[in-house]
């Protein structure tokens, strides 16, 4: 366990205050920031086996980060949007920081968000390429029956 619990949740805060008062890529540093922290928050949290909270589902490191968005003044609309924004960066961090086989008891998919995100950004791209060269074929068949008919319309 790398840092001390206590110095790692008032740098949960900390970063949490300031996330509130700036947007931009100024917030998604800070939100990254923050993912790190609840990274390194869940060793300090024990599943019933004795292992690090890897996935964060246990009841009292839920409430602990309850308790931290609260002691940094979030609502808990503000906490739930914050969450979301910094899930995918936890899920990056979690997936490089434990090894496969733990990933693999945990049920966690191996690939991290990232890059399945890069994946579904492949397949639509690929997707779309398929998509547009169907309509160019659509339009050259249209033009070319279009002109036969302009043509054996013309001749009567």
């Known amino acids: ?25 100024h917030r ?8 790190e922290q609840m990274v390194d ?12 909270d890897w996935t964060g589902r246990t009841g ?11 002691q940094a003044g979030y609502s808990p609309e503000e906490r ?16 490089a920081r434990v090894p496969r086989e733990t990933a693999d008891a945990l049920g966690l998919e191996r690939t991290s968000p990232q ?10 791209r690929e997707e779309l390429r398929e ?7 659509l339009l050259a068949a249209q033009k070319t029956t279009g002109d036969a008919h302009s043509s054996s319309t013309s001749a009567h």
């Not at 890059?115 to 639509?124: A, E, H, L, Y």
Request: glycine letters at 4%; aromatic letters at 6%.
């Open 28 to 35: 998604t540093i800070l939100l990254r920031a923050l993912a």
């Open 1 to 25: 366990m790398a840092a001390a619990k206590q110095h790692i949740e008032r740098d949960v805060v900390r970063i949490l205050r300031a996330a509130r008062q700036t947007t931009g890529e």
């Open 60 to 70: 009292v490191y839920r409430y602990a980060v309850r308790e931290l968005y609260a």
């Open 131 to 137: 998509l547009l060269a169907q309509a160019r074929e």
């Open 41 to 52: 928050l869940r060793e300090h949290y024990l599943t019933a086996s004795g292992d690090p």
């Open 80 to 95: 739930k949007v914050t969450q979301t924004a910094t899930r995918y960066h936890i899920g990056n961090l979690v997936r």
């Open 115 to 124: 890059d399945r995100n890069r994946m579904r950004s492949r397949r639509d």
